[in-house]
Each structure stands twice: as structure tokens, then as C-alpha cells.
């Protein structure tokens, strides 16, 4: 029997009698009760992960430490509820986000509102509904910000995201920390020393601390520690100009995960240690008092705890060119590979111990393209890999599909968006149901 790999799958995913089981649930089970395609949340592995992220700082930085979720990753209502329930803040980057976390009731002061072009009726709706901390992303928002909160009582706290001009190696379209970024105050230009002098000069604004993103999927850790340098740095000359003094410090998240056997990607303890022998010794270094160190992982904390289900609806093979294998989602539901040429691993579900896929020919396998349903060549989700014979109805598990896979869906040729269902200790419970023909036309003038 195949042995599922423990960096890919959740940690309840094992084999049973009908094939694949998840949270004790046979997914064969699970597609017939919900339908295909559909993803799986495992909420052991959710919880786990998050403990692990918490426990993980706390074991390597003696200062004060927290977790926020990056929601951008996937949200929904009773996501945030879990997400809450396992003691984490969030990372919102638009009103939206926001408006989930307060129908989950997640207490506003844990929630951190991001984005690099906030309008000005959300900064006004944050402010009214009493965020945490508003991550201020250029000159023209801070003035704003400036504005609205001239009348305050009690100022707003903020942090500054500053762009340290360190670049990463990963994907250009998830680059954020580069000096050729539409994200952050640079440093180097001027512009963060500018932003700063403002902000501590606005008696509605309360600065309490400074953050930066240098990307998303970083497998190598060098460059978080070259951002905090440069924070370091630039906390202390704030400090020797204004007297002010930083109590919060967040490297923003992007820790990398693995999307098949073998990929490159640091533990979650080698991150947290990385992050927190950076700060001590450049507090060490210029004087300073250890900051309040925030996380925001996303990808790093659900990706893993998620699967998605698909049914195959056809399959053509086309002699000395071409085996396609069509299944009913694609990048309606994971734009991922199009957008990113993001690379997945997958098996058949439906077999007991069934066989994952390879990327080269094996005995009783056949090299396959795994494609979508949607009219563009370019729906492909996975490319020239090796299963076991597949034929119309068989059932394919991917896994690492929590990430930005239902968080960036879409109703592209009005196809109706796939359900989320949580699992555990054998029952299954619908965080998001599947979407409706009633649902796409829901805003239609008729």
C-alpha cells in the first residue's frame, strides 16, 4: 500500500477499504454526499498547524509573540471561527475580509487590515468598527489616515510596511519586497522616513510598530533576516531622531510549503528560529527593547489541510502525442497553475492504496495530462504525470489545495464555485456550500 506523504497530506489522511479516508471519511463517501469537485478540510491538521506556528515562537523568542492568519489564503466564516478557536489573530486585506471576521465575531482588536490601495470608505469603516491595527502602505493613505482620525480620542494604532528592497527568489507575480514593488514605503528612496515623520506627527495616529512581506513561497530564510537588518536600522535612527520606540515588529509571512514529494521547503521551527535569532541580535545590536514579534502565515498554515476532489468526465488519448484527462473543476477552483505554473501532485482516491502520480512512466501506469473544464487550452492543472489507467468516473485526490486555490475561484464560463467541507473524527460538516445557477444570477437585473 502506497505510503502517503506526511508533508503533503493531512495529518488523518490514510487508506481504507473504499480508498482514500480523511478525518475518517472515506472521500468516496463524501464526493457522492457533496458532489465533485470539493474540498476537504481536515481540522485536525488546521489546528495542528496553528499550535505548531504558536508553540514554534514561543520556544525561541523570550519577547512577546503572535500569530495571525493571512486570510487572503482562504476565508470564509467558519473558517475564521476555527481560525479564532485555535487562538490566532488575522490578516485582512480588504473591507470584505473584515466584514468576515465580525459575522465570525472575532474580537477587532486581534484583526490587522493590510492592502497597497485601501479606498477611502474602508479606511472610514475600519476606523468605525475598531480594527486592531492598520497596516499603512504609502504617503497618500497616511494622509488620509491623517485626516480622518483628526478629531480621535484615541488614536489609531498603526504599523508602517516598509519596502526593505530585498528580493527573493520565487515566482515575479508573489515578489513583494524588491524596490520594484507596488507594496511598502521604500526606504532607500526616502519615502519610509517621510511616512514616519508623519505619522508620529498625527495626533490621531498612534505608530507602534513597523512590518514588511518580502514574498510568498520562500524556501530559503537568508532574506528574512536581511529585511530585519534593515528594520533594525531603520527602528533605531527613528529612535535617535523622534525618541520613539518600536513595539511591534512583523516580517509579514510567506514561509514555503512543499506541492510535491521532494520540493524544497524549511519547518516551521527552522522559520520561527530564523525569524527570532534575527530580531534579538539586531536589538542586541543597536540598544533596542525586543518588540512584539507578528507572524502571517497563510499558505504555510492551510494549504496542507486541505484536499480537493475531482471526478474524471472524460479521457482522450491521442496516439504519440497526448493522453488528456478531463475532470469537472480546474481553473475555476485553482488558478494556480495558470497563473503561477504552479506544479501539484495527485492520486487516485478511489482504490484502496492507490497510486500517486509520478513524473515519469512506470509498470501499469499511464503519463497523462490532467486538464479542466474550462474553454481555454491554458486549464490545466496537471501536466504529464503518471497515474494508474483512469477512466470516466474514477476519482482524483490533490492535495495542498488549501492556498489560494478557492480564495482566487472564480464564475468563469458560470460555472458554479465548489463546496468546502470540514472533517473529523468521522463527520463532515459544510463550511461553504457548493454555489447555485440561482447564485450567478443573483445580481442580474431581470
Known sequence: MQTLDPLLWPDSARWGPAGLEIGGCAVTTLARAYGTPLYVLDQATLAASAERFRAALQRVYPGASSVHYAGKALLNVP?????????????????????????ADLDPAQIHLHGNAKPRAELEQALAWGIGRIVVDSLDELRLLHELTRDRATPQPILL??????????????????????????????????AAALALASPGLRLVGLHAHLGSQLADLTPFGAAIVRLAEFAAELRARYGWTMAELSPGGG????YRSGD??????????????????????????????????????????????????????????????????????NIRPALYDARYTALRADQPGGTPARSHAAAGQELVTIVGRYCES????????????????????????????????????????????????????????RETYEDLMARDSV
Not at 514561509?255 to 512543499?258: C, D, E, Q, T, Y
Request: with cysteine.
Open 264 to 333: 524544497p521547503a524549511p519547518t516551521i521551527d527552522d522559520y520561527a528560529a530564523a525569524l527570532a535569532t534575527a530580531v534579538m541580535a539586531q536589538c542586541q545590536r543597536h540598544g533596542l527593547p525586543l518588540p512584539r514579534l507578528v507572524i502571517e502565515p497563510g499558505r504555510a498554515l492551510i494549504a496542507r489541510a486541505v484536499v480537493a476532489l475531482y471526478q474524471v468526465v472524460a479521457v482522450k488519448r491521442i496516439a504519440g502525442v497526448r493522453t488528456f484527462v478531463a475532470v469537472d473543476g480546474g481553473m475555476g477552483d
Open 161 to 194: 510596511r516598509l519596502n526593505p528592497g530585498v528580493a527573493v527568489q520565487t515566482h515575479a507575480h508573489i515578489q513583494t519586497g524588491q524596490l520594484d514593488s507596488k507594496f511598502g514605503l521604500p526606504i532607500a528612496t526616502g519615502m519610509a522616513w517621510e
Open 255 to 258: 514561509l514555503a510549503v512543499p
Open 378 to 433: 491554458g486549464d490545466v492543472l496537471l501536466r504529464d504525470i503518471t497515474l494508474p489507467p483512469l477512466e470516466a468516473g474514477a476519482l482524483i485526490a490533490v492535495p495542498m489545495a488549501g492556498a489560494y486555490t478557492l480564495s482566487m475561484a472564480s464564475t468563469y464560463n458560470l460555472v458554479p464555485r465548489p463546496p468546502l467541507i470540514a472533517v473529523g473524527e468521522g463527520m463532515a460538516t459544510v463550511l461553504q456550500r
Open 79 to 103: 473558517l475564521a471561527r476555527l481560525i479564532a478557536a485555535a487562538g490566532l489573530g488575522l490578516d485582512c486585506v480588504s473591507l470584505g475580509e473584515v466584514a468576515v471576521a465580525r459575522r
